[in-house]
C-alpha cells in the first residue's frame, strides 16, 4: 500500500488544508509566482509546521507529473483507503442514504468530475470496484477541486455483491442504460438510493446491470448517442436532488 501521494492545484491543496491538514508533510510553491491565494495557503501550511520549498516550473510539472499545478504541489500521507467494512460504519450513521455506484471509470479526469458533482449534490459516498477502476490519484484530486476531501471514494472487491448488500440494508438501487423504458424524469429518486453509472464505453457490467432494482434512461434529443460518464452522472444526480428537496 502506498504511503504517500502527491496532491497539486490551489483547490485540491485548500481542500487538504481544510479538511486533514496533518496528512501534508512538504509544500513545493512556483519560484517568483507572487500570488495572494499561494501566499494564504502557504502561510496556512507554515502555521501546521509544514515544510515549504520553491521550485522551478520544470521541478514542479516533474513532482506532479503535470503542467497544471498552479504552482502549488503537495507531498502528502497517502489517504485511507476505505472498504466494505467503512461502507457499513456510513451506512449504520446514515438516516436516508444517497450513494453514487460508478462501475468500471478509469479515467482519473472523470472519475475526479464525478467527485466534484457527489459534493455539489450532496451525495454521501462513491462506490467503486477495487479492480477495472482509477482510484484516488493526483489527477483525480486536481479535477474534483476539493470534493476528494469531502467525499469517501468506498472501493469494493466485488462490485454486485456490495449492490446486493445495500439492498438487504434497505438502498434502492437504480442504473442507468441506454435502452431502459423508464426516462430519468419518470422515475422516483426518493428515499434511500444509490444510483449506478457506467464507463460511456461500455455502460453497466451484466451483473452490475443484473444487480440493480431499476433501470433508467436520460432522454436524448440530438445525434449522439451517449454522454460523458462525468455530465450523465451530474444529469441524475440533480435531477435526484430536485427530487429529494421537493
Known amino acids: 500500500m502506498k504511503k504517500q ?46 515544510t515549504i520549498q520553491v521550485a522551478s516550473r520544470k521541478a514542479l510539472d516533474d513532482k506532479a507529473e ?24 456510513l451506512l449504520a450513521n446514515t438516516e436516508q442514504a444517497f450513494l453514487l455506484i460508478l462501475d468500471g471509470v478509469t479515467d482519473p479526469h472523470n472519475l475526479g468530475a464525478c467527485l466534484r458533482n457527489a459534493d455539489a449534490a450532496g451525495v454521501q459516498g462513491i462506490i467503486v470496484p477495487k479492480d477495472n477502476s482509477v482510484g484516488l490519484t493526483a489527477t483525480v484530486s486536481k479535477v474534483a477541486c476539493g470534493a476528494a476531501e469531502t467525499v469517501p471514494l468506498f472501493q469494493v472487491t466485488n462490485l454486485a455483491r456490495t449492490m446486493r448488500h445495500l439492498q438487504d440494508k434497505g ?52 445525434s449522439v448517442s451517449s454522454l460523458n460518464v462525468s455530465v450523465a452522472t451530474g444529469i441524475c ?10
Open 237 to 246: 444526480l440533480f435531477e435526484a436532488l430536485r427530487q429529494r428537496r421537493s
Open 5 to 50: 501521494d502527491i496532491i497539486f492545484g490551489i483547490h485540491a491543496v485548500e481542500a487538504l488544508l481544510k479538511h486533514s491538514p496533518e496528512r501534508i508533510i512538504e509544500l513545493w510553491l512556483l519560484q517568483g509566482r507572487d500570488d495572494e491565494r499561494l501566499t494564504v495557503l502557504a502561510n496556512q501550511a507554515k502555521a501546521f509546521g509544514t
Open 66 to 89: 503535470s503542467s497544471q499545478h498552479q504552482g502549488i504541489v503537495a507531498r502528502v500521507k497517502a489517504a485511507k483507503v476505505l472498504n466494505e467494512q467503512d461502507l457499513d460504519v
Open 171 to 222: 438502498v434502492w438501487i437504480v442504473g442507468t442504460a441506454g435502452e431502459a423504458d423508464c426516462e430519468l424524469y419518470q422515475a422516483d429518486l426518493k428515499g434511500p438510493l444509490a444510483i449506478a453509472m457506467g464507463a460511456e464505453d461500455k455502460g453497466l457490467r451484466r451483473l452490475s446491470r443484473e444487480s440493480c432494482d431499476s433501470l433508467i434512461s436520460i432522454p436524448m434529443a440530438g
